[in-house]
């Protein structure tokens, strides 16, 4: 099998970080040695297939995005990137492996929302891809469906206490799917945002008058996002169910899961690079010459993004410092403003909700590395180990060591990005961080062993990337 040695560059894991060469047999880590080791003979790199030159830069685990919806059909349209679009943009910026939602509905069955996610997925992913299972449907035949998810290797769900009609569940189907996740070991993850008030408070501003993307923001206040995940940790308390909250954007609802976690519960919040970064004001607020008052639809998602002067980004920030948020992911669910955003031109409720991310969130976390919000390790930690060991991949992925797979980022810390819609490869027609400036840059990302990305050229290509049937999560108690 071919070999590949990276050599000269800083091995970053999440406890910390070495100088060391990385080589590689086939798909797969064997050795991280210590540079100039003659262990394996005098010249490693004069005997490996592919040496990759990482001097001065950082070498660390490929990016897990563990919240992606490629091809979602959703308020009345389909989020933009394919699988094939999606996944390539990902591996650009770092990923090398995306956990996506399926799909079930009310009135349909399970596993056929899983086996069409399956067939939109095949042999189309640049990376591997693994599946979380929405349930927006708890009934009897759904519930009786979860054990053969786990065998399938899904092992987590999400249920949605918005979008009444749609996705949501109320607080009963949410006790009973419970139930059984505790049973099975089974991660419930959480959209937690009071549906059924926010949709009388959204109808309540769209009819005096008050229709631009702005109000999006308002009518899902922060204190439904609180009290939701309030009533999803009662609810986890009392089932015994481990519970992660998904895209948590209000500090109210942070201070909620770190007193559940101060009270023993096994419960975890994400949070996404749009809270960190992006305001109700500056971003929902928007106007431009192009689109007036409706340029805030670019960032129309939900949660919302929420109020800088109340100071929820600068909050997201510390608590992943204090581990009161766990990881990031993007939720990525792209839509273009040409044909889809432009839906809800005259009344935000038709907005199709969702920011493209899956391309920069290594690189906009990074930047939070250079600005000193996080530390390296942290970084690699909250993007790609905890990630790993949240959804049950870690070891062969999440990791540099022996025996994992060979997915290898080489960051350049003295590189610069400059994000932009006419240079990402996202399939969107804006970017929701347009002009905004990175201190580092993605040089080199290898997949399972393969270069698919170096010197900003895509060298992989469909069909690259595998299913991923995951454990149960390792942090199970
Ligand atoms: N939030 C979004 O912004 N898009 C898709 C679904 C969701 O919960
Ligand atoms: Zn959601
Ligand atoms: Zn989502």
Known sequence: MATTLITGGTVVSATGRVEADVLIDGEKIVAVVHPGSNVFGSDLAASADTVVDATGKYVIPGGIDAHTHFELPFGGTEASDSFESGTRAAAWGGTTSVIDFAVQTAGTRVPDGLAAWHEKAAGNCAIDYGFHQIVGGVDDASLAYLPTLVDEGITSYKLFMAYPGVFYSDDGQILRAMQKAAD???????????????????????????????????????????????????????????????????????????????????????????????????????????????????????TPLRSREEGHQDHMWQALRTNDLQMVSTDHCPFCMKGQKELGTDDFRKIPNGIGSVEHRMDLLYQGVVTGQITLERWVEITSTTPARMF??????????????????????????????????????????????????????????????????????????????????????
């Not at 308002?218 to 169910?241: D, F, K, P, V």
């Not at 007193?259 to 749009?274: H, K, L, S």
């Not at 990302?445 to 698919?452: A, D, F, P, T």
């Open 392 to 477: 049950g991949l870690y070891g062969r992925k999440g990791v540099i060591q022996p025996g994992a797979d060979a997915d290898v980022v080489v960051y350049d810390p003295n590189g610069r990005t400059t994000i932009s819609a006419a240079t990402h490869h996202m399939n969107m027609d804006h970017s929701a961080w347009e002009g905004f400036q990175v201190d580092g840059h993605v040089d080199t990302v290898l997949s399972r062993g393969k270069v698919i990305v170096d010197d900003n050229q895509y060298l992989g290509r469909k069909g690259d990337g595998s299913y991923l049937k995951r454990g149960l999560s390792q942090y199970l108690v």
């Open 184 to 302: 099975l070991g089974l991660l419930t993850m959480m959209h937690a945002e009071n549906g059924p008030a926010i949709d009388v408070l959204a109808a309540q501003l769209a009819e005096s008058g008050k229709t631009t993307p702005y109000y999006h923001g308002i009518a899902r206040a922060w204190q439904m996002e609180e009290e939701a995940t309030h009533r999803a940790i009662m609810l986890s308390h009392l089932t015994g169910a481990p519970l992660y909250v998904v895209h948590v954007s209000a500090k109210q609802a942070v201070a909620q899961l770190a007193a559940a976690r101060d009270n023993g519960q096994n419960v975890f919040g994400e949070t996404c690079p749009q809270y960190l970064y992006l305001s109700l004001e500056e971003q929902l607020g928007a106007t431009s010459e192009e689109w007036g008052d409706f340029e805030g639809a670019k960032w129309v998602c939900s």
